[in-house]
Every structure is written in C-alpha cells, then in structure tokens.
C-alpha cells in the first residue's frame, strides 16, 4: 500500500486572510484563474486579491472559465500568464477553474509546447515529472470536486472518429473535418497536485439548490467509485469511509434542502475526503458513462454521474462491498438507494442512440475500464442505465 497526499490543507473560516504568507510564498507574480461571476458574488475573489496586495505579491486575473473548460481556454490563459511573467497559479471556484488552474500551471511552466503537450504520456523521472508545473494554490467555492487535493485537471477537447484519423494525413484532419468534429472530456496526462488548498465553508452560502445538490451528487459519486475500486486499499478507504458517513448525515436535509450552516461545512468536508480519496484510486464507470451525456446533453457534470450510481451498485460484481457501501451511507438497500437519486435528481432520459455510443465508447477505451476489479461487456453494461 502506499499514501501520497502532498498538498497542505487548511480548511477554516477566513482561510485565505490567515494563510495570506503561504500562498504568497508560492511566488512572485500570481495569475488567479476564475470564472466570471461566481467568484465575485461569494466574495472568494476579493479575499484573493487582497490577501496578494496585502503580502505585496502583483498578480493578473483570467476571469474567463467556462463550465467544463476547454483547451483553447487553458491555452489563451496559459499565453497571458507567460506573457506577464506570472511563475504561480491560483484556481478560485469550482472545479472547473481549479481544473483549469492546473493545466495552466503545466503550458505555463512549459512554454515552448503546444496544447498537444496536454495529453503526451511521459514517465515521471527519478528527479521527478518530466515536464514540472507551476506552484498551484487552490480555493473550492463549491463543494463537489475535491480538485484542491486532487492531480487531475478535466478538459474539453474537440475529438474526430476514427475512421477519419485512419484515412487521411493528420496534417489535413482539422481543414478537411472540422464539421465532423465533437466534444469529450478527458483529463490530462499530467499529475499536478495543488501544493496548497484554502477551504473556506462561508463561500457556498450563494451556492444554488441545483448547484447544491449537482455538486453534492458528485462527491458522493467520488466517494463511492474510489470505494468500490480496483486500487482501492486500506489507506484510501480511511478517506471513502469517513466522507461516505458524513454525507450521510446530511443526505435527508439534502434531500428537502434544508442546508444551513452545519449542513455546508458536512459537504465541504466530504468533498476534500472524496478528493483525497480518488487522488489515490481515479474514479470509475459512473464517470466515464457521464462524460459523453454532460458534453451532449448539457446536463451538470454532478448529476450526470449520479444517474448512473444506482445501476453500479446494483450491479456491481462483489455485492457484500456494494452493500457495505449502503450501510455507510445508511440506506436499507439498493432499491432504497435508487428512490432517493431519482428523487434527489428527478427523471433523465437518454436517447437510445446516444446510450449506444456511450456504452461502445467506454467499452473500447481501457483507460476508462481499468479502475473497475471485474470484467464488464455491453450486457452487462446495459443494466446501468
């Protein structure tokens, strides 16, 4: 077994004003990543930009994340910050500025790469990763990622079939069938761990029901999926275990969306712990079943991978675990476990030829089956829906 967590936590109240010095230390010149109004409305920004001019660190803000970030995104930040000498990185908001945060950190730190260098494979080094990021800092404002304490970073990328990739030289692919083009979501091939996380509970009072609960589903996925896993040891299920009993204290409040202050800080916690948890084992195939629903259906990522908890737990290969899983969230049993996500998430529907394309797109890509201990085919994989 092995551990390995090396981002340093802090998670309190007026968080980034106490902790103003380290994040300062990470640097000279910071460029804070961030979406466009979220973090203005919770107050994370500010607290951010002031906590830099009070430690006499200059920085820039890219306030221009979208949901689900894309490479051109990453790559227009990426050009800033080389062009204004930033040599740190700080991601505020959800997990998508805090992904994108990261890849940032990889381009800048890498300026004579391309986006291609996103997804190259390499090996780390005995004097470590070939290809170093910037020093990342991280601040959640909402509490269904866990990227503060994870290495991933989850972009969009524009992919063509394959049929495409095999029949025509590459250097004529993007003129000849950019109408062919579609979107996936992918993380890229790097680890990059955030070297200091401020979890501050007050930034999810402007939180939305929906975004509540979607974000909420999401740390549950997470802590289920690194439990029922095939790296899954003793270790990373100290983190599974202790987030799966903490949602559950607060799943019917949830359920009715009576969540005040007591409530968040049970969701802020769990998320940081379903994030150290898939830090160690990845997640599994209810998030890789969600990425082509989200990227064509538009539905939020959290409530994607939600639908398809019910249909893993039921049919997952070793049932005592599954069941144990239920015990830890205090449900009686799958059946009773499904009301409530349908409930929680209300009825989706999925077109029969987009369920297809999921399914054979997850079936033929290993990375994404790896992570699940048994061996999985389209019939058994029909039974998730």
Not at 25 to 44: P, Q
Not at 253 to 268: C, N, S
Not at 338 to 359: F, H, K, N, P
Request: proline share 5%; glycine share 8%.
């Amino acid at each position: 077994m092995k551990l390995f967590m090396p981002t340093k936590v802090y998670s309190e109240k007026n968080c980034v004003e106490n902790h103003s010095r380290e994040l300062a230390a990470l640097g000279t010149k910071a460029l804070v990543v961030t979406g466009k109004h979220s973090s203005r409305i919770n107050g994370s920004l500010e607290d951010v930009t002031k906590a830099l001019e009070r430690e006499n660190i200059p920085y820039m803000v890219y306030d221009e994340i979208e949901e689900n970030p894309s490479v051109e995104t990453v790559m227009k930040a990426a050009s800033l910050g080389i062009t204004e000498g930033t040599d740190f990185v700080i991601g505020v908001g959800g997990g998508s500025p805090m992904d994108a945060s990261k890849a940032i950190a990889l381009m800048i730190a890498n300026p004579e790469h391309d986006e291609r260098l996103l997804y190259t494979r390499t090996q780390v080094s005995p004097d470590g990763p070939v290809y170093p990021a910037l020093p990342v800092a991280e601040i959640p404002t909402t509490a269904g990622t866990g990227s503060e304490v994870t290495p991933y970073a989850i972009l969009t990328k524009n992919v063509l079939p394959d049929i495409v990739l095999t029949t025509i030289p590459e250097a004529d692919v993007q003129a000849a069938f950019s109408h062919l083009e579609k979107k996936t979501k992918q993380s890229i091939s790097h680890s990059v761990f955030p070297a200091l996380a401020l979890v501050d509970v007050s930034y999810l009072q402007t939180a939305s029901r929906s975004g509540c609960i979607n974000t909420a589903v999401d740390t549950l996925a997470h802590l289920i999926e690194s439990h029922l896993n095939a790296n899954s040891t003793e270790y990373s299920r100290i983190y599974s275990e202790m987030g799966l009993r903490t949602w559950a204290r607060i799943k019917d409040k949830l359920l009715r969306y009576e969540i005040g202050e007591e409530e968040r800080q049970a969701l802020m916690r769990a998320c940081t712990l379903g994030g150290m948890a898939i830090a160690h084992t990845g997640t599994s195939l209810p998030h890789g079943l969600s990425y082509p629903v989200t990227c064509e259906m538009g539905l939020p990522h959290g409530k994607a991978v939600g639908i398809f908890l019910p249909g893993f737990i039921r049919n997952y290969g070793n049932q005592e675990e599954a069941m144990k899983v239920l015990s830890l969230l205090d449900f009686g049993g799958e059946q009773t476990f499904s009301e409530y996500i349908r409930q929680l998430l209300g009825e989706v529907s999925i077109a029969e030829d987009l369920w297809e394309r999921t399914m054979d797109e997850l079936l033929a890509n290993p990375a994404k089956l790896k992570n699940y201990p048994f061996m999985i085919d389209k019939e058994k994989l029909q039974r998730f829906r």
